[in-house]
């Protein structure tokens, strides 16, 4: 699939949405992906998981990503590579996350990270943390969305199945604010 093919997937089935947002930041953009979006079609779900997969398909053992839309991540893209999926939850302190629920992990795991949508990264980070003090190796990051247009560097082999680089802006240097532009909180 190319970059067209899946914008236009995502735009198709509602998750790529193009107007005046209110992002969790409180700062505005004109694009929107909504990652629920995704994940409630599983043959785009599936679609996606499997590129995931062909790009570290013989460089992993694990595949883990973070509550919640990565429990589904690594579910599908394990299944694609017949591998077996953990998820990496927050810590009881919210500092963090863990392999709770007797997930094993451990020294010679090569572990394949996937998550949804890339923003800043934390989520990612954190489970690159848990599998570190577990011991095992990071075998690289699969996204299903990189909105940063591939500013975030990890340190390991990164794949996104779509790179977008949307813009954001303050709410008092909005362009769409000042010509009317209804807002449309996310």
Known sequence: MTTTDIEALLEARGALLRGHFQLASGRHADTYI???????WPDVTSKLCELVADRFRGETNLVAGPTTGGVILAYETARHL???????????????????????VGPGDRVLIVDDI?????????VIAAVRERGAEVAGIGMLVDRTGG????????????????????????????????????
């Open 34 to 40: 909504e990652k629920f979006r995704i994940l409630q």
């Open 118 to 126: 890339l923003t800043t990264g934390g989520s990612v980070r954190d």
């Open 82 to 104: 017949g591998l077996r999926s953990i998820i990496a939850e927050r810590k009881e302190d919210g500092e963090g996350r863990e392999f709770k629920r007797g997930f094993e």
């Open 151 to 186: 500013r975030v560097d990890f340190g390991v082999p990164f794949f996104a199945c779509l790179t977008v680089d949307i813009a954001s802006w303050r709410p008092e240097e909005c362009a769409l604010c000042e010509q009317g532009v209804e807002l449309v909180v996310t």
